[in-house]
Nanobody, 124 residues
Framework: QVQLVESGGGLVQAGGSLRLACAASGRTFSSYVMGWFRQAPGKERDFVAGITKLGTGTYYADSVKGRFTISRDNAKSTVYLQMGSLKPEDTAVYYC?????????????????WGQGTQVTVST
């Protein structure tokens, strides 16, 4: 069992930056592939970024490629999402997710554990 808690969301102007963090507790963090997803009002939960167990591979949705960076610190049991050049369309609740899936999956149903979400709002 893994518990995930996100932090770092908030209100930012377009063009600004935010860093989200997701702290894990429970089973060995390095056993899990980690991902970030987001869900805007009235829309489906979409894949944003994913990272392999040891952090050697990262994957991004086309919409955030070049602007967002996912990373992890297994010693701190934490995964991060550095977001830059933010746009109003990045506004959503952001969720971190953990799974035993190999490789990183874009499919949210492949992840067993989820955080409660953190709101990111980008104003014009």
């Amino acid at each position: 069992q893994v518990q995930l808690v996100e932090s770092g969301g908030g209100l930012v102007q377009a063009g600004g930056s935010l860093r989200l963090a997701c702290a894990a507790s429970g089973r060995t963090f390095s056993s899990y592939v980690m991902g970030w997803f987001r869900q805007a009002p009235g829309k489906e939960r979409d894949f944003v970024a994913g990272i392999t167990k040891l952090g050697t591979g990262t994957y991004y949705a086309d919409s955030v490629k070049g602007r967002f960076t996912i990373s992890r610190d297994n010693a701190k049991s934490t995964v991060y999402l550095q977001m830059g050049s933010l746009k109003p369309e990045d506004t959503a609740v952001y969720y971190c997710a953990g799974g035993l899936t190999l490789p990183v999956s874009f499919d949210s149903s492949r992840y067993e554990y989820w955080g409660q979400g953190t709101q990111v709002t980008v104003s014009t």
